[in-house]
């Protein structure tokens, strides 16, 4: 499954260009790593589901490596998991080493589905995997 893989997968990280769907926070235009190296940002990162919101503590001397850190059936649509129910933050803070956390997925599986979840009747259809395979990549590209 896509989630395993990129659970353990380290990827290329950069700066963020977010743009702003209607139903979000308004995000300044400037660059989104505004932390400074081994700081943390919480991102919206456009994708075909609309902005989806990322959490990241970036690399602490700024290396380009990322670990992808994916939530399971019970996704809150406020924060990762990750980042509140274990000690992620304070295990990889002296890495050299970019934690991406993308925010919500409730039993999505973090796959591409073909229509709308009836489980939560949202509007949307899940595109979870072109999000974390394609659309996200692009926007941590330097």
């Not at 989630?3 to 990280?13: D, Q």
């Not at 700081?39 to 490596?65: C, F, H, T």
């Amino acid at each position: 499954m896509i989630a395993a893989a990129l659970l353990s997968t380290l990827l290329l990280c950069g700066t963020f260009e977010p743009t702003v769907a209607s139903a979000n926070p308004v995000c300044a235009a400037s660059p989104a790593h505004s932390a400074p190296w081994g700081g943390y940002d919480e991102l919206w990162v456009p994708s075909s589901m609309g902005s989806i919101k990322v959490q990241v503590q970036w690399a602490a001397r700024g290396g380009n490596a990322a670990l992808y850190l994916l939530d399971g059936l019970r996704a809150r649509n406020d924060r990762n998991a990750w980042s509140f129910e274990t000690n992620t933050f304070d295990q990889y803070r002296n890495d050299n080493i970019t934690l991406v956390m993308p925010v919500g997925g409730e039993s999505s599986f973090h796959t591409d589905w073909y229509a709308p979840s009836n489980f939560n009747a949202q509007p949307i259809t899940y595109k979870w995997e072109t999000f974390l395979t394609q659309e996200l990549p692009k926007s941590l590209a330097w």
